[in-house]
């Protein structure tokens, strides 16, 4: 088969929201992706505070949220594999089932400017290309150092996990802040709410 370019967009998706779908489309539309797999965090490892929803359900909602989103595929492989989750193994694991493919690493400007201090950093900047996909916030995007870059152009989407947890504890009304797929299994299992 003829080599194809491949993204991996990881997050903790506590929940997905409509800023990871724009990152998402923009990475997939800018890059001209074949396939951008999605993958949920087990135990992430750049954030302070445990996820507050279990995997199982950060895993329901995000297939939920990508259902119909051509070219994404969400994936268990961090979930399957246990223990903390570092994007080298899943980058590794990636490369493995396809040696010929491209990988090109999607990211918001805020974990990439988090990058250097990643779990085998060198490795990773060796092994993919970095896009980063803009997202409000102080300055321009830093470049990781080390690291291939390209900047995806979109217009920035001032949402976040936290954020959007803390809008739904208050009783705000997800329709502009999630996709409707993730609504039902908030409602469905009383998440986040007030
Ligand atoms: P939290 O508030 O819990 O950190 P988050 O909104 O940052 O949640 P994550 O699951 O931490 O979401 O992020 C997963 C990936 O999506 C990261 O690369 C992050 O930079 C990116 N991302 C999250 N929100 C946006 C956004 N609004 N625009 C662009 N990229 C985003
Ligand atoms: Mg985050």
Known sequence: MASRARGLFGGTFDPPHLGHMAAARAAIDALGLDELVVTVAGEPQQ?????????????E???????????VVVRDLELRRGGPTYTIDTVEALLAEAPEDALVLVVGADAAAAMGSWHRADDLARLVEVAIVPRPGPAAP????????KEVAMAPVDLSSTAVRAALREGADPASMVPPGVIRVLLTHRMYAP
Not at 47 to 59: G, N, W
Not at 142 to 149: I, L, N, Q
């Open 47 to 59: 954030k302070a505070a445990k996820p507050v929803a279990s995997a199982a359900l950060r895993d």
């Open 61 to 71: 909602m995000t297939r939920a949220a990508f259902d119909g989103i051509a070219k």
């Open 142 to 149: 830093a470049v990781p150092e080390g690291f291939s870059v």
